[in-house]
């Protein structure tokens, strides 16, 4: 039998997340199984807004204007800025139907990468 939160739950353990993230957090986009971050974007110091079980991040559409490395981006990971601890692991990305949709899943080192926009949906 699965496991079933109530809404209120949902939203106390993403704003839970929310709290974790903090004013410094950062999301890492990387190539499949994190073998290589593509891009670093800061997040906002108030990382989102909670509602009915969905993590909207704020501050989206959101660039590095540098790419780290070139690649396939594949997953996505949000840590504290100061000593890169990971708060959440195993997001998906794409250009659309993703939990961090960017203009290109093709990134080059040195291009503008763009996220349009991020959610975490409870399950």
Do not use: C, W
Request: glycine share 12%.
């Amino acid at each position: 039998m699965a496991v079933t939160y109530t809404t209120a739950v949902k939203n106390a353990r993403l704003s839970a997340v929310v709290t974790q993230i903090g004013a410094t957090g950062v999301l890492e986009i990387g190539t499949a199984g994190m073998a290589t971050v593509l891009a670093t974007i800061a997040l906002n110091s108030t990382a989102g807004t909670v509602a009915s079980g969905v993590l909207t991040f704020s501050g989206f559409p959101k660039s590095d204007t540098s790419a780290d490395n070139s690649g396939t981006a594949a997953v996505a990971r949000i840590r504290t800025a100061s000593g890169g601890t990971d708060i959440v692991t195993g997001l998906t990305v794409g250009t659309s139907g993703s939990d961090i949709n960017l203009d290109s899943v093709s990134i080059t080192a040195g291009q503008t990468v763009t996220i349009n926009s991020a959610t975490i949906t409870h399950a």
